[in-house]
Every structure is written in C-alpha cells, then in structure tokens.
C-alpha cells in the first residue's frame, strides 16, 4: 500500500482507540481529516473488528493440528481489570530496564495476565500453596527481556527472535531459553501471502520443537520481527495456530496497518481487543478471548 494510505490509516487507528466503534464514527466526523480518503475508512481496524470474516478460508486461519483439548479454560472469577493490574510490577518486585520500549500501564496488564495464568496453574496441579507457573512465549529479545524471566520465574518463558546479535547480547539464561530462525518472509508481500500457509507457517514447522508447538502457551507476546523487515505476519499466524481459548496475546504497533489487517484476519474470532499506549509512540494491542 502507499505510505500515503499507510500513515492516514495509522492515524484513524490512533482515534478509533479513543473509544468505543460508535464513538469512533463520531470522533472521525468531527476530527480526523484522514477520513476524506475512503482507503481510510474501509482499512481502519478498530472499528472493523470482529465485524467481517478473514478473507483467507478457515483451514488456513487454524491449520495446526495443536492439542488445545489438553489447555486449560479460564476459570471464573478470572475477569482482568484495569484496576486489579494496576501496580502489578511494584507488587511482584520486578523493575523495568530504562532502556526497553514498552512502557507504562500495558506493563503492568500483561505482569496481571502472567499472574492470573500462575494463579490458575497452581490451582490446577492441586498445590494451590505453592507458587505457580506460566507459560509465555515472546517473539522478540530485547533490554526487556530479563523482566520476562523474573516475572514467571517458575514457568516456562521462551523467545523467538531471528536477530543474531539481539541474542549475543543477552544471558546465558535468555539465550538457553530462546527460539533462533529465519522466517523466510518480507513485510513489502504480506498481502500476497495473506493465506498462504507455507509460507506463513515457515517458522513453526521449522524451527519449533513438538513440545513448544503443543504447550499451552498462556500468554503471547509478538514485539517481533522488525516491521519493515520480515514483517510480523509469520509471528501474528503463529499466534493463531499456538494459542488456546484461554491465552492472552500482546500485539505491539497494532495501529500499523499490515500488523492491525493480520490481527483481525487471524486473532479477532471469539477474541475481544484492547488498546494500551506503548509508551513508545504507538498502541499496544491486548487480544483477549471473549467473556462468556
């Protein structure tokens, strides 16, 4: 798409999450001058999820064959809450490196989420007494990456990252706990590729191990691959083959055009969404299952 249209639909995305859908037409009638472009409208995100089927047929949208029967439901009494995750980090003892990107509140949304999947575990395994663990996979190394690992510190927490020296720079932990491979993909064809699950599928069939393919992962974090590299498309379609009913998936730069599409193509059935500033001039999307 031209940048043009890419910027304009960035910035309708920017006020869609101001609010709700119906606010959001009101807001771009009064406010957002991107809207005198229909390429706009017909690609705004945020008002159209949930709202129109992926364009690519089912068996591609979920085409691995996970055992999810074996994942765990999400238990009553387990609803998130803004209120409820305030603080998270300052109450776990976890502090943030000043060199990482994401930042503020959606830092303490996701320490609740990888709380909340400890707290369920625990209670699953019958030793509610003893501390819990998740399961969390994060497409992306970076300065935040130690704050992974101190916050689920007796789950499994593993990385997927494609950059050599994104890994040197980290512990021999990290680097232990870390998925390396190419995704064989580049942003500028994401929509030729859109349902082509080859090549979307090239990472998972082969760089991750069985075990990692059938874990039931409780939250997915996607910071990664570069945008204008090999595009986030074979991260998003990973998502949408590894997560059950009950994980929550972190989607960054969500207002970007390509990243927002590919959510709502594979990740919006039977899932809700949330937008959180990043702290980093961008949104940070919290795609969630929907409350029964």
């Known amino acids: 798409a031209p940048l043009t249209l890419y910027y304009a639909v960035n910035a309708c995305n920017f006020k869609a999450a101001e609010g ?7 807001i771009y009638g009064v406010r957002a001058t991107c809207l005198r472009q229909p390429e706009c409208t017909a690609n705004c995100v945020f008002c159209r999820w949930g709202s129109e089927p992926s364009p690519c047929p089912a068996d591609v949208v979920r085409a691995l064959p996970v055992a999810r029967s074996a994942c765990p439901s999400r238990q009553a009494g387990q609803r998130w809450s ?6 998270c980090l300052e109450r776990v003892g976890v502090q943030p490196s000043p060199k990482q990107q994401l930042r503020g509140e959606i830092l303490d949304v996701m320490c609740h989420h990888i709380r909340l999947a400890q707290e369920r575990n625990a209670s699953a395994s019958g030793v509610a007494h003893r501390p819990g663990g998740a399961n969390v996979l994060v497409f992306s190394l970076g300065h935040d990456s130690p704050m992974w690992m101190q916050l689920n510190p007796h789950g499994v927490t593993r990385f997927v990252e494609n950059s050599k020296p994104w890994i040197e720079m980290q512990s021999p932990k990290v680097q232990a706990d870390t998925i390396f491979g190419d995704y064989a993909t580049h942003w500028l064809e994401a929509y030729g590729i859109r349902c082509n699950p080859e090549r979307l599928g090239y990472f998972l069939r082969a760089h991750l191990s069985h075990e990692d393919l059938n874990r039931c992962w409780d939250v997915i974090v996607i910071d990664a691959p570069d945008g204008w ?4 498309m074979g991260a998003i379609y990973a998502a949408a ?3 059950g009913e009950h994980t929550i998936i972190f989607l960054d730069d969500c207002e970007r055009m390509m990243e927002g599409n590919f959510a709502m193509w594979y990740l919006s059935e039977g899932r809700d969404m949330h937008a959180f500033d ?3 001039y961008g949104l940070t999307c919290m795609i969630y299952p929907v409350e029964r």
Do not use: D, I, P, V
């Open 20 to 26: 709700t859908c119906q606010e959001h037409r009101r």
């Open 82 to 87: 803004r209120a409820g995750a305030q603080g």
């Open 229 to 232: 590299g090999a595009g986030r």
């Open 241 to 243: 083959q590894l997560a």
């Open 278 to 280: 990043n702290g980093h």
